[in-house]
């Protein structure tokens, strides 16, 4: 982050609803200035009091505006939406997916972790295809055991990865869902479960091979999450039946995980001799 907008704010446009009279810290986004509360900043993320302390002065008029160079005008607009938006303290909030992805982007990135906490409520009540959303908290860290429905819908869909899926999954958790898989089948061997201990069973293969239990990978999942119980049935939200996947029985994924399985053991060893 710099500050300094070397005399290119006559060039700049101040933001229609966010350059605001009282605002006491003033920001530079792609030609465009944004005035808010330093106060925000300061009260909850240790990355800005870190870079106002380097420029006491910066942020103070529009000429020595805060540059934040790796962050769209709209994207930084979204983030400065949960603070001033109307709607944030009425419990009514419905962005859609993509806007509470760029605010978790954000508040990661800057340290903010109440609104990084609030941004994954948001996401745990939206329908996100199991793949993105794996790919998306695994980036950011985010609690493991909050993946359990996207492991158990990917690990129950009866149709074959595809390579495209596979490269975003990457080879770790490729193994640990034809694991999972393998597992599932043994323990579903000469044995008719209903569906309600098909599902228990799948749980309780999938937090140990993903070893979710001891996965609290951040401060959000440490504090929303209970202490695990090995011997408890997590507590499973309505993700488990979304996107039009049906539910299925514990042995009920394809033949096609052996070839899978023998595909991302050659990509590992190949990535082994590199």
């Known amino acids: 982050m710099a500050n300094g907008s070397q005399n290119g704010v006559s060039r700049m446009n101040c933001h229609p609803q966010y350059y605001l009279q009282d605002g006491n810290i003033t920001f530079h986004v792609e030609g465009t200035l944004f005035r808010v509360h330093r106060h925000f900043f300061e009260r909850e993320s240790q990355f800005f009091i870190q870079e106002f302390a380097k420029a006491p002065q910066g942020g103070t008029s529009d000429t020595s505006a805060f540059r934040l160079d790796e962050v769209t005008a709209a994207d930084f607009t979204k983030f400065l939406w949960v603070w001033y938006s109307p709607l944030?303290?009425?419990?009514?909030?419905?962005?859609?997916?993509?806007?509470?992805?760029?605010?978790?982007?954000?508040?990661?990135?800057?340290?903010?972790?109440n609104m990084q906490k609030l941004a994954i409520d948001e996401l745990e009540k939206l329908d996100i295809e199991p793949i993105e959303k794996i790919t998306t908290y695994d980036k950011h860290k985010i609690d493991k055991l909050l993946l359990l429905p996207a492991y158990k819908l990917l690990c129950k869909r009866t149709t074959r990865i595809t390579d495209e899926e596979g490269e975003q999954l990457k080879v770790p958790t490729l193994l640990r869902i034809f694991e999972a898989r393998d597992r599932a089948r043994s323990a579903a061997e000469g044995r008719h479960l209903s569906s309600a201990d098909a599902d228990k069973e799948w749980d309780r293969i999938l937090i140990e091979v993903f070893e979710l239990n001891s996965h609290a990978t951040n401060q959000q999942g440490a504090q929303s999450q209970t202490k695990s119980d090995p011997n408890s049935k997590p507590n499973l939200n309505g993700n488990g039946a979304a996107n039009g996947h049906k539910p299925s029985g514990l042995g009920s994924s394809t033949q096609n995980d052996k070839q899978q399985q023998k595909d991302a053991d050659k990509t590992k060893g190949t990535a082994k001799s590199k």
């Open 88 to 113: 944030y303290r009425r419990g009514s909030l419905s962005e859609p997916k993509e806007h509470w992805l760029t605010v978790l982007e954000l508040s990661t990135k800057w340290q903010f972790l």
